[in-house]
């Protein structure tokens, strides 16, 4: 048996809650501040470790990107694997987007995809 308390109820507002690191609120103190943070993202579930991975090939691309070669050789891998990298974190951020139902995401990602595909697709048959 389950009950539901409404969101503006304020029976729960004096239960006190303890962090980790110790300190001490109410609900009522949490659910009425501006000071305290709260994250708006889920934690630790699927779409928690997709963002971060896919992140993380996104830093990397860049710092591809800042890189500069000595020869035009090298300046085409490290465009070429920027463009990969990319791609792959830009895929990943378009799947957090369908997990979190975010239209924005969603789009943003899915062309960024496309363009970065395309480039991928003219650099490797020319």
Request: with cysteine.
């Amino acid at each position: 048996m389950s009950r539901v308390v409404k969101p503006d109820s304020e029976k729960l507002d004096n239960v006190i809650i303890e962090t980790d690191k110790g300190q001490e609120f109410t609900v009522g103190e949490i659910k009425h501040s501006n000071r305290i943070q709260k994250s708006q993202t889920p934690k630790q579930d699927l779409s928690w470790y997709v963002k971060w991975i896919s992140s993380a090939f996104i830093f990397t691309a860049v710092m591809m990107r800042s890189a500069s070669g000595n020869s035009p050789e090298q300046i085409e891998t490290l465009l070429m694997a920027d463009r990969i990298l990319s791609m792959i974190g830009c895929i990943g951020w378009t799947w957090v987007g369908l997990l979190w139902k975010d239209r924005a995401l969603i789009v943003l990602n899915a062309v960024i995809v496309f363009a970065l595909a395309t480039g991928i697709l003219s650099s490797l048959l020319n």
